[in-house]
């Protein structure tokens, strides 16, 4: 069962899932649980059909999209903070040239984006 961190907002009782409350000592947590909800709100709202029914089918969407958009805090995407690199269009996995150029270049950036995100 998967869990997620609920902020009381009505859209999201009776999902299957564990809800749980962020920490009674950072209240500030729960801004940014609401802050973070209401993103995935707006970037699933972009796909839906009229019914409303198939939301769930583009989650993977909405995640490529958030997980490869750079971010204002950090200027960095959470993939490139994460895996050191940006994300790859589909059509790019089709081919990768030069693998110890990559890995190189992917050593050199995970080291960088560890920096960034501990002064963030």
């Excluded at 899932?17 to 909800?37: C, N």
């Amino acid at each position: 069962m998967r869990e997620m961190i609920m902020d009381g907002a009505p859209e999201l009782n009776g999902l299957v899932a564990k809800q749980t409350k962020p920490v009674e000592y950072r209240p500030m947590l729960l801004g940014l649980v609401k802050s973070h909800h209401e993103i995935w709100k707006d970037m699933v709202s972009q796909y839906v059909n009229e019914k409303q029914n198939d939301w769930d089918d583009w989650i993977p969407c909405a995640m490529y999209a958030y997980n490869g958009a750079r971010h204002e805090a950090t200027g960095y995407s959470p993939n490139e903070l994460m895996i050191g690199r940006r994300l790859r269009a589909p059509n790019e996995l089709l081919r990768i040239d030069g693998w110890p150029e990559y890995h190189r270049k992917l050593v050199k950036n995970m080291a960088s984006a560890a920096k960034i995100a501990k002064a963030a």
